[in-house]
């Protein structure tokens, strides 16, 4: 099994140079990790606002792999060589490798960081023979588990699968705006726009904009709150748990108000972003940072 360099430069992609025994040491280790990464799990379709149990997987059925991983386990032979240097270990991304059986490519995926960079501004030991000896030279790290399983079927032109449990760090591999979109500042102020927000305060925003903040303002917009809900309707609905939500009556036109501090501002948003719910059982009231849409 070939072993690869994912880049933030480009190429992309370059193949390790390794020996007959490291490239069967490879296999073994990465058919462990991707067997142990999907056992007895279950597929959830990818949703941004979920997080995943122990046993559930996020799936992006249809990822578009634009770098071509497949195409380098498959055909390694045509990817360039990585001549590794200090300075270049700063722009390893992820590390990848796989196996083709009866037509299926598994491609398993680790992202890296600097703590996986062996340089020789390190004092590096390694125990060998009953002894430990400095380590010479560069080197790199596996992890120990992956960070995204890749996967495409016999037919060349199948859709292929990314399974992975942490958005967080698959983000660090792929640009994942196709499927995932986190606001940008621009778009926050459209949304705190002055038809529906009365005393936004754009200098104020600017200063306390977080990614928290980017991502809600993402999934009220997916929803359209805000246009499938008057601001005395979403006023009566806070009411219902306790919650104030402050309307401004500007000419006969309602508009929600815009807190003036960052924790009532993340109020608004769990509000909005119905991160608050009722029991219909118990009727305790919950907060949650993690929710699937259950198809009707």
């Not at 309602?254 to 509000?271: C, E, H, T, V, Y």
């Amino acid at each position: 099994m070939d072993l690869f360099v994912l880049l933030g430069t480009t190429p992309r992609i370059l193949r390790v140079v390794t020996s007959g025994e490291l490239q069967e040491d490879l296999e073994t280790e990465l058919r462990r990790q991707a067997i142990t990464f999907t056992n007895q799990k279950n597929d959830v379709p990818f949703d941004a606002r979920y997080r995943p149990d122990e046993d559930e997987l996020l799936l992006i059925d249809g990822f578009d792999d634009l770098d071509g991983l497949i195409a380098a386990v498959r055909e390694p032979e045509n990817a360039n060589i990585w001549q590794p240097t200090e300075d270049g270990l700063g722009t390893i991304k992820g590390l990848f490798g796989g196996f083709t059986e009866n037509g299926s490519t598994t491609v398993v995926i680790q992202a890296f960081d600097k703590r996986q960079a062996i340089a020789t501004g390190k004092f590096s030991l390694f125990y060998d023979k009953n002894t430990f000896r400095r380590l010479d030279g560069i080197g790199i790290a596996l992890d120990h588990k992956p960070t995204a399983i890749l996967t495409q079927g016999i037919a060349e032109n199948s859709p292929s699968q990314l399974r992975f449990v942490s958005l967080h760090n698959t983000r660090r591999l792929f640009d994942m705006d196709a499927y995932y979109h986190e606001s940008t500042k621009d778009e926050v102020e459209s949304f705190f726009n002055v038809e529906k927000f009365h005393g936004f305060n754009p200098d104020w925003l600017g200063a306390n904009i977080d990614n928290w903040i980017r991502k809600k303002v993402t999934f009220i917009n997916q929803e359209g709150i805000l246009d499938s809900c008057t601001p005395q309707e979403l006023r009566t609905a806070a009411a219902g748990f306790d919650i104030e939500i402050g309307v401004h009556d500007e000419g006969g036109q309602m508009k929600l108000i815009f807190p003036d501090d960052k924790k009532g501002l993340k109020a608004l948003l769990r509000f909005l972003d119905e991160d608050i719910y009722q029991s219909p059982i118990s009727g305790n009231r919950f907060q949650t940072n993690s929710k699937r849409k259950i198809a009707a």
